[in-house]
């Protein structure tokens, strides 16, 4: 079992930076699939980005390719999601999950979550 913890998220403007962090708890957190999903106001949840268990494997949605970065610390047990050139619709709650073994993007597929962090973009 794994408790995901996110901090990070804040108010910015159209065209900065955030970084998002994602604390685990558990010692086997290597074993675990971490992936970033996104839930804005009147929309289901979607996948935003996901990273295999040794950082080797990672997969992101459309509309953050080249602008989001998702890294992962095993020693720390940590992941991170870098994410640059933000758009007012990348304003959302944001939440990190874990599941083990196999990547996949559907959050269904996901057994472990975070509380989420709130991103706000102004234009």
């Known amino acids: 079992q794994v408790q995901l913890v996110e901090s990070g998220g804040g108010l910015v403007q159209a065209g900065d930076s955030l970084r998002l962090s994602c604390a685990a708890s558990g010692r086997t957190f290597s074993s675990y699939v971490v992936g970033w999903f996104r839930q804005a106001p009147g929309k289901e949840r979607e996948f935003v980005a996901v990273i295999s268990r040794d950082g080797g494997s990672k997969d992101y949605a459309d509309s953050v390719k080249g602008r989001f970065t998702i890294s992962r610390d095993n020693a720390k047990s940590t992941v991170a999601l870098q994410m640059n050139s933000l758009e007012p619709e990348d304003t959302a709650v944001y939440y990190c999950?874990?599941?083990?073994?196999?990547?996949?993007?559907?959050?269904?597929?996901?057994?472990?979550w975070g509380q989420g962090t709130q991103v706000t973009v102004s234009s």
């Open positions: 999950a874990a599941r083990r073994w196999i990547i996949t993007t559907l959050w269904s597929d996901y057994n472990y």
